[in-house]
């Protein structure tokens, strides 16, 4: 099993741009979040889906957006990029208990 | 606002003592608890969880919960330069949907 995989590694945006972060799991995980860490900071969550077609606001969901059309896939829309979603972005899964992290998207927003 | 406190360090030990790394949080309903490991620059790696009050023993690692007291500990014996990492908690949110994560304690294993 691959577990999470996220696209791309690093990316740099100018402001206003818009972009997808890509999420997938192969583990038939129905639980999904994405979540923002900045410098000395803990784990913000942004957005999850309990199963495919359902999705919820976490603590942080201001400018973002997501989709849930599949089991394994859970992407995450920036629409107009501001230097404040600069940040490492972090896709998980998980069944009922324990969550499992992908490596990671390093975003900047100039 | 549900929250997990950790003492954000960083905690210095010398190769081979015992490391402990302790948090609380602030959600009686939560009954599932984890840590965490991340490596500068890396996504967190799951270590241990624990959800019955008591110690739970994997290795060089402990986990202890004491839900009367709203406290989660971890113990490294043994602590080798490679367990130099943030450990981050997280619990449970009580719907179950997410876990709140603190912010970190940085070890640091001197050789």
């Known amino acids: 099993n691959a577990g999470v995989t996220q696209t791309p590694k690093f990316r740099i945006l100018k402001i206003g741009q818009s972009m997808t972060l890509q999420c997938t799991q192969d583990m038939n995980h129905n639980y999904m979040y994405w979540y923002r860490q900045d410098p000395g900071m803990g784990l913000k969550l942004i957005y999850y889906?309990?199963?495919?077609?359902?999705?919820d606001k976490g603590e942080v969901p201001n400018g973002y957006n997501v989709s849930r059309s599949t089991t394994e896939d859970f992407p995450l829309r920036l629409e107009l990029a501001a230097p404040s979603q600069t940040s490492v972005y972090f896709c998980?899964?998980?069944?009922?208990?324990?969550?499992?992290f992908g490596p990671g998207t390093r975003l900047t927003v100039l | 606002q549900k929250e997990v406190e950790q003492n954000s360090g960083p905690l210095s030990v010398p190769e081979g003592a015992i490391a402990s790394l302790n948090c609380t949080y602030s959600?009686?309903?939560?009954?599932?608890f984890f840590w965490y490991r991340q490596y500068s620059g890396k996504s967190p790696e799951l270590i241990m969880s624990?959800?019955?009050?008591g110690d739970k023993e994997d290795g060089r690692f402990t986990a202890q919960l004491n839900k009367a007291s709203q406290y989660v500990s971890l113990l490294i014996r043994d602590s080798q330069p490679s367990d130099s990492a943030t450990y981050l908690c997280?619990?449970?949110?009580?719907?179950?949907?997410?876990?709140?994560f603190g912010k970190g304690t940085t070890l640091s294993v001197s050789s």
């Open positions: 889906s309990v199963g495919a077609g359902i999705t």
């Open positions: 959600d009686r309903g939560s009954q599932s």
């Open positions: 624990i959800y019955s009050n």
């Open positions: 998980a899964s998980s069944s009922e208990n324990e969550q499992f």
């Open positions: 997280a619990a449970r949110n009580q719907a179950g949907t997410a876990l709140i």
